[in-house]
Structures are given as C-alpha cells and as structure tokens.
C-alpha cells in the first residue's frame, strides 16, 4: 500500500504560531504550597520526564517533559535540552506553541521530532525550524536509518476484519456490525490499526514514496494497546528493519501471544521470521481452556519462540540482534528473557536471570572492538526483592549487579560516549528524573535533571521502611511500609493496606500520579505494601503460584501482612484499618470484603473484577483469563483450578459484606468493564451498606485527565477520612 507523503514546500518561520494570548500557557508550574503536605494540586504541578536521547557525540542530551493544567483539563508536552553532564539546560519549545514529543538526534546538531502530527527538526539551540512531513498530521511515530536516507513512519489504516464498515449510504449510522473477537482494545474499538512505512529522505525533507512493509496484511504493527516505535529497529547498515508483529486476528488473537520477530529486506522487500522456520503452522487448540493445560507445542516452545517476542535491537556490528522473549503461549506474564540472535546461523541463546527483563541496550565495550568472554555486553533492567535496578552481562553470560539502591529505574541508553549509561530513575518518594552512571568499575551515579525540585523542596515526605514478613506457606513476603508525613513517635495511625494488581506487577519503588504512597503520607495514613505471591522480583515459582489460584496464597500474604502490621508496629492503628487496590488489587479488595472478618473499617476498589465468571467473556485479551482461570466457567466436569477460581468469584460472597465500600470505575476500561465495579456498588447498596460509586464515563483502566484525576484523590481521601478518622 501507497501512502503520499510530499515534500513540505518551504522552510517554515523559527518558532511555531503562538496560540490565543488570553489562553493559559501550559508550562513549568510555579506553585506555591500552603503547607508541607502534598496535595493532589501538587501532584499535577509536577513534570513528568519522557523521551530522553543522548546527541551522537555524546556532548548533550534532548529530552522531553510533560505539563499538565487542572483549569485547561490537558496536558502539554515540551523539548529540552542540555549538556552532558546535566549543566544549560534549555526549554526548546516556543511558550505559546503546541505540543512537540518524540525527540531524537538527527546529528549532532539537529533535532527531529513530531509537532501536530509532522515530523519536524530543528537546530539544537531551536533555531531552523522546518517540516519534513507533510501528512495531513498523520504521523504517530518515526524512526530514522542510520544513514538518515530513509525513515519509519507510523500511521495508522482503516481495518475492518472484525468490525464491518457500514454502507456508504448510511453514513450516520452509528452501530457496529462485529463479526469476530478482538473488536475492542484497551479503550477503543478497533477500526483502524498502525502500519509501519518507509519513506527516504532527501537533503533534509521526506520524499513523496512510501512503503507500508505490511503491505496488504491486516496485522498491527506495533502491538495495541502499549506498543512504539520501540518494536522496531534499524540495522547498522540501514538495508534491513527488524519489527514485531503477532500475525493473527478476531478469536486467534484474543488467546494467544504469539508474537514474532521479522526482518524486511529493504531493497529486495522480503519479509523473513526469525521466530519460527517457513512453513511453520499453528497448531489447533481448543480456544476455552489454558494453552498450559493443552501442553501446545510444549517441547517446541524454545525452538519456535511461541510468547510474547518484542522490542529487537540489532548489535553495533550488525552480526546480532536481541530481543525481548517468553516462552509460552497465552501467558502474559511468563518469565521475560533475553533472547541473543545469530544473524549468520539463526542460533538463539537466553541470557540465564533469575526475574524479569524490562528493558535493556548493548555495552558500550560491544562497540567498535571484539568482546572478551569477561566483558559486558548488555546493560539492562530488572526488578528484584521490589526495586528495579540495573546490571550488565558478559558475553560469557555473567551477570553482575551495577545499582543497589531502593529505586526504580525505567528506561536505559548507551550516553554514545562509550562509557556511561543514560538513565531514568524514580522512587515511592521521588519521580523521575535523568542520570548518568558510569559502570565501571565501580557503578557511579549522577544525577542530571532535578525537574520537579521547586516543589519537592516545599514538601515533608513520610519515611519508608522494609520489613520481611512470615507466610502461611513456611515462606517470607517483602513488605514497604511508608509513615505519614506528620509522624510522631508514640501515635497510632489509621492505615492502609495496598493490594497490587497485575496481577503479576511488581510493588517495587514506582511512583504513580493517582496511587501514590506519599499523598497517603501527607493525609495521615501507615501504607502497608506487601510483595505478595505472584509479583516477579522472588523468583518464577513465587510468581506463577498466583495463577489458578487467585483467592488462596496471595490473599493469605495480604492478612499476613495487615496483621504484622497490627500485632507488631506501634504506630498502626489495628482498629482503623482499610484496604485499597486497583485491577487485581480491586478485585482483592472485593475478595477481602467477604473474608476478612471485621478487620477492616473501610475499603475502596477502582477497576477491580467482581464476578470471573462475567469477566471471562467482557474482558478482550481471552489469552488473560484462560491461563489465570484455567477454562472457561460451563466447561463440565471442570478442571480443579478453575472450580475453585469460579467457586471463589467475589460476587458470590457478598452475603459476608458488612464494610463500608467505594468502587471506581471507567466506563471505557474494555480490560475490566465498568459494569463489574456497577455489580459490586449496587450489590453493597442493596445489602444495606454504606457505598460510592465514583464512576468516570471518559476514563479507561487508569485516570488520565488532570480534572479527573484531582476527583479521584479527593474523593479518595474523603472516603477514607470519613471511615478511619
């Protein structure tokens, strides 16, 4: 398929067309604070840092900051950049002009990035501004060759295998003729997907050719709902694209996780799979019951790379490339290796680690020379005993660890000065900010942006402290307790009990604008945050344990944790106790609503599932509830996971309710549906129970509206406030 790109016609002025002057300019805040207490309108001042790219030579880097303003209900995103090692640092982006995101070095002095939907550069100091694109403000991504002759464009295509279109006589129709599953994603319905095209570039604009490289194929490419220009990479010699794609639609790609790593030949247009061998077939299955069950392909798992395979990247020299790797089929949460590639043999080998694999880039020593067996050669990230810290790998497969600190890092680049990593990095008491580390020999970090610090230094945070905590099960759980901002020695306080979702997500040190540990400090609460079964960071068994058995282990860690925390911390209050928790969290909460035998005095679930046996048939990903379900609910006789995971459906035990309630929900959360936090609202009301529903008709499995968001804690804290104070 043929997509016209032209060549932009001129050079456009040096600063983009200010907007309307009486209009609020969404920027840097200058908030000042009435107390050292953190407060939703705090929270939201804040700047969140994204898209970060060391320049070529390694002498600066371009950034990306995102601002948000209750009043204008939006958000904006803006350019920096700075030296190095931190010092100019400089907003590029003109104050009263849009949005620019997606920044990335071009040379050493020119920027690329998108603005309106085009792909612009501009000069490093934000002079010569000029448009490349000319798309009709369809670009959603981009990624330039080496060579900077040609670039990857993603756009998004009409797509209608699942939905049908309707009759161009009735184009006021608004209803959906769904012929397949896989018709809704996350948020949406799914009646267009993105495309990769390339398109070359001459001097500095982007030619009229474009080549959809799925050309004719109705697969998305990246991946819905969270995949990005990410799942694609260029080799060295810019002749060949190595992307990610799941090449299955309807019910085939609502049970399965099956993507794959291709190649696309540039000159010669061939598409190669390095996944599986030509000819490869699927084999049948039955669509109802878990792919573990069935055995699939079990002992073909490593030879085929049947799971999720994604985010390639190809080695400095080309000979290699690496990528992201689970083994199983229809496991989401499947242990995330580190797949190594030969591009020569098509010989595959995993780096052995013992947790998950979030993120990771190739040593600077695999630059320009021949590896020893003892160097490095990869850096990457991974989470373990709940903080996500950073580690290299020889080329003999050693892995050693280079952070040891109680933090969180979220993304990792060579600094392209063949000796430092670039770095993010944040905390339960700190977002996130840019470092610079220097692995050797002995790891050094330096922190280079101090983004939200004008607001930091108003704030009193509370102190966090780390307790090991005994299971029912013989074993022990991490647990994070986080003291109010105000604490005293001597005084009790209300306290929270955190329930994860995932529900294998990690509760390591992240810090979130909605489930924040240190607005629940600032409000007077004991937050108590256990790593219970089923989070990686301890090991695959401890992780798997949760699956099929959703209402057993997990839920005893919870109850372990709140009672350590009654029985044994001077400072909780055990006759103001509540649990929060969103996703798996908010189906917990329902849980523990019916179980936990007057322990608690108030509980608050957003998102969460109440009824599984519903749940099995709204939620879109079917692959999700096979694995953790086991099957689904009218099979007969049924399997022992799945009788107890039905049996043990929340919605089954409201006749044990007796607890005052919030449920939060919204309405266009398609992976939970909202008519499940409705279920457990009305269930409450019609028991009698005091109950809220804080239901969001714009808003899908998080909350992402800044006006939203500010509804969100204070109806949070009232909740909580009213029942533990």
């Given at each position: 398929?043929?997509?016209?790109?032209?060549?932009?016609?001129?050079?456009?002025?040096?600063?983009?067309?200010?907007?309307?002057?009486?209009?609020?300019?969404?920027?840097?805040?200058?908030?000042?604070?009435?107390?050292?207490?953190?407060?939703?309108?705090?929270?939201?001042?804040?700047?969140?840092?994204?898209?970060?790219?060391?320049?070529?030579?390694?002498?600066?880097?371009?950034?990306?900051?995102?601002?948000?303003?209750?009043?204008?209900?939006?958000?904006?995103?803006?350019?920096?950049?700075?030296?190095?090692?931190?010092?100019?640092?400089?907003?590029?982006?003109?104050?009263?002009?849009?949005?620019?995101?997606?920044?990335?070095?071009?040379?050493?002095?020119?920027?690329?990035?998108?603005?309106?939907?085009?792909?612009?550069?501009?000069?490093?100091?934000?002079?010569?501004?000029?448009?490349?694109?000319?798309?009709?403000?369809?670009?959603?991504?981009?990624?330039?060759?080496?060579?900077?002759?040609?670039?990857?464009?993603?756009?998004?295509?009409?797509?209608?295998?699942?939905?049908?279109?309707?009759?161009?006589?009735?184009?006021?129709?608004?209803?959906?003729?769904?012929?397949?599953?896989?018709?809704?994603?996350?948020?949406?319905?799914?009646?267009?997907?993105?495309?990769?095209?390339?398109?070359?570039?001459?001097?500095?604009?982007?030619?009229?050719?474009?080549?959809?490289?799925?050309?004719?194929?109705?697969?998305?490419?990246?991946?819905?709902?969270?995949?990005?220009?990410?799942?694609?990479?260029?080799?060295?010699?810019?002749?060949?694209?190595?992307?990610?794609?799941?090449?299955?639609?309807?019910?085939?790609?609502?049970?399965?996780?099956?993507?794959?790593?291709?190649?696309?030949?540039?000159?010669?247009?061939?598409?190669?799979?390095?996944?599986?061998?030509?000819?490869?077939?699927?084999?049948?299955?039955?669509?109802?019951?878990?792919?573990?069950?069935?055995?699939?392909?079990?002992?073909?798992?490593?030879?085929?790379?049947?799971?999720?395979?994604?985010?390639?990247?190809?080695?400095?020299?080309?000979?290699?490339?690496?990528?992201?790797?689970?083994?199983?089929?229809?496991?989401?949460?499947?242990?995330?290796?580190?797949?190594?590639?030969?591009?020569?043999?098509?010989?595959?080998?995993?780096?052995?680690?013992?947790?998950?694999?979030?993120?990771?880039?190739?040593?600077?020593?695999?630059?320009?020379?021949?590896?020893?067996?003892?160097?490095?050669?990869?850096?990457?990230?991974?989470?373990?005993?709940?903080?996500?810290?950073?580690?290299?790998?020889?080329?003999?497969?050693?892995?050693?660890?280079?952070?040891?600190?109680?933090?969180?890092?979220?993304?990792?680049?060579?600094?392209?000065?063949?000796?430092?990593?670039?770095?993010?990095?944040?905390?339960?008491?700190?977002?996130?900010?840019?470092?610079?580390?220097?692995?050797?020999?002995?790891?050094?970090?330096?922190?280079?942006?101090?983004?939200?610090?004008?607001?930091?230094?108003?704030?009193?945070?509370?102190?966090?402290?780390?307790?090991?905590?005994?299971?029912?099960?013989?074993?022990?759980?991490?647990?994070?307790?986080?003291?109010?901002?105000?604490?005293?020695?001597?005084?009790?306080?209300?306290?929270?009990?955190?329930?994860?979702?995932?529900?294998?997500?990690?509760?390591?040190?992240?810090?979130?604008?909605?489930?924040?540990?240190?607005?629940?400090?600032?409000?007077?609460?004991?937050?108590?945050?256990?790593?219970?079964?089923?989070?990686?960071?301890?090991?695959?068994?401890?992780?798997?344990?949760?699956?099929?058995?959703?209402t057993g282990q997990c839920m005893n860690d919870y109850l372990?944790?709140?009672?350590?925390?009654?029985?044994?911390?001077?400072?909780?209050?055990?006759?103001?106790?509540?649990?929060?928790?969103?996703?798996?969290?908010?189906?917990?909460?329902?849980?523990?609503?019916?179980?936990?035998?007057?322990?608690?005095?108030?509980?608050?679930?957003?998102?969460?599932?109440?009824?599984?046996?519903?749940?099995?048939?709204?939620?879109?990903?079917?692959?999700?509830?096979?694995?953790?379900?086991?099957?689904?609910?009218?099979?007969?006789?049924?399997?022992?996971?799945?009788?107890?995971?039905?049996?043990?459906?929340?919605?089954?035990?409201?006749?044990?309710?007796?607890?005052?309630?919030?449920?939060?929900?919204?309405?266009?959360?398609?992976?939970?549906?909202?008519?499940?936090?409705?279920?457990?609202?009305?269930?409450?009301?019609?028991?009698?129970?005091?109950?809220?529903?804080?239901?969001?008709?714009?808003?899908?499995?998080?909350?992402?509206k800044p006006q939203n968001g500010i509804l969100w804690q204070?109806?949070?804290?009232?909740?909580?406030?009213?029942?533990?104070?």
């Amino acid at each position: 398929m043929k997509r016209l790109l032209t060549i932009a016609a001129m050079a456009l002025g040096l600063m983009p067309a200010a907007i309307n002057a009486q209009e609020d300019v969404i920027g840097k805040s200058s908030i000042q604070l009435k107390s050292r207490m953190m407060t939703p309108e705090a929270l939201w001042a804040m700047g969140r840092i994204g898209t970060v790219e060391a320049s070529p030579d390694g002498k600066r880097v371009v950034y990306q900051v995102g601002y948000y303003s209750v009043k204008a209900n939006k958000s904006r995103q803006v350019i920096y950049v700075m030296d190095a090692d931190g010092a100019n640092s400089r907003q590029l982006t003109a104050k009263g002009s849009k949005s620019e995101t997606d920044p990335t070095w071009l040379d050493n002095e020119t920027i690329a990035f998108i603005s309106d939907g085009e792909i612009w550069s501009m000069k490093a100091n934000g002079s010569d501004r000029r448009q490349l694109s000319k798309t009709d403000g369809k670009v959603e991504g981009f990624k330039f060759s080496p060579d900077r002759t040609k670039v990857i464009i993603l756009q998004s295509i009409p797509f209608h295998e699942v939905i049908q279109k309707n009759p161009d006589d009735l184009p006021k129709a608004t209803g959906r003729r769904v012929t397949d599953l896989m018709y809704r994603h996350w948020d949406h319905y799914v009646e267009s997907i993105q495309h990769p095209f390339v398109c070359s570039v001459s001097g500095c604009d982007i030619a009229a050719d474009a080549t959809d490289i799925l050309e004719g194929e109705p697969y998305e490419c990246p991946m819905e709902p969270f995949g990005g220009i990410e799942q694609l990479a260029w080799s060295p010699d810019s002749k060949t694209i190595a992307y990610t794609c799941r090449k299955k639609t309807g019910l085939e790609y609502s049970i399965s996780t099956d993507s794959d790593i291709y190649l696309y030949n540039i000159g010669t247009r061939k598409t190669t799979n390095l996944c599986k061998p030509e000819g490869y077939v699927s084999p049948k299955v039955d669509p109802t019951i878990t792919l573990a069950t069935q055995a699939v392909n079990a002992k073909d798992n490593l030879k085929n790379n049947v799971g999720y395979d994604q985010n390639p990247q190809f080695s400095p020299d080309g000979k290699y490339i690496a990528w992201l790797s689970m083994e199983r089929d229809g496991y989401e949460a499947d242990l995330n290796r580190l797949c190594i590639c030969d591009l020569a043999t098509g010989t595959k080998r995993y780096l052995n680690w013992q947790s998950d694999i979030d993120a990771f880039c190739w040593a600077p020593t695999a630059v320009g020379k021949k590896l020893k067996a003892a160097d490095p050669q990869f850096y990457f990230l991974s989470v373990w005993h709940g903080c996500c810290n950073m580690y290299a790998a020889s080329n003999k497969g050693d892995v050693t660890q280079l952070t040891e600190t109680w933090d969180d890092w979220t993304s990792l680049q060579l600094a392209n000065d063949g000796r430092h990593i670039l770095g993010t990095r944040q905390s339960l008491s700190a977002p996130t900010d840019i470092y610079r580390v220097l692995p050797q020999p002995k790891a050094t970090i330096e922190q280079l942006t101090f983004e939200n610090k004008h607001i930091l230094d108003q704030l009193t945070f509370g102190k966090m402290q780390q307790y090991w905590v005994p299971t029912t099960d013989g074993k022990e759980e991490l647990v994070w307790v986080m003291l109010p901002a105000n604490y005293e020695e001597g005084k009790k306080y209300p306290t929270l009990l955190f329930c994860e979702g995932g529900p294998q997500s990690p509760v390591s040190q992240f810090w979130s604008y909605r489930w924040n540990f240190q607005m629940m400090a600032a409000n007077g609460y004991v937050v108590i945050a256990p790593n219970r079964h089923g989070l990686p960071g301890f090991g695959q068994e401890w992780k798997e344990q949760i699956s099929g058995d959703w209402t057993g282990q997990c839920m005893n860690d919870y109850l372990s944790a709140i009672d350590f925390a009654a029985d044994s911390l001077p400072f909780v209050d055990k006759d103001r106790l509540g649990a929060v928790g969103a996703s798996f969290g908010g189906f917990s909460v329902y849980y523990l609503a019916g179980i936990h035998e007057k322990r608690f005095k108030a509980f608050i679930a957003h998102d969460g599932a109440f009824n599984l046996a519903a749940m099995y048939l709204e939620t879109e990903e079917n692959w999700f509830s096979n694995w953790e379900y086991d099957e689904a609910y009218w099979h007969r006789p049924q399997m022992p996971r799945a009788k107890k995971t039905y049996h043990d459906s929340p919605h089954k035990m409201v006749e044990k309710w007796d607890t005052p309630i919030l449920c939060i929900h919204g309405e266009k959360d398609y992976r939970i549906n909202y008519t499940q936090g409705m279920a457990a609202f009305n269930a409450a009301r019609m028991k009698g129970i005091p109950a809220e529903f804080l239901v969001f008709p714009d808003e899908n499995h998080w909350v992402l509206k800044p006006q939203n968001g500010i509804l969100w804690q204070r109806t949070f804290f009232d909740w909580l406030d009213r029942w533990l104070k």
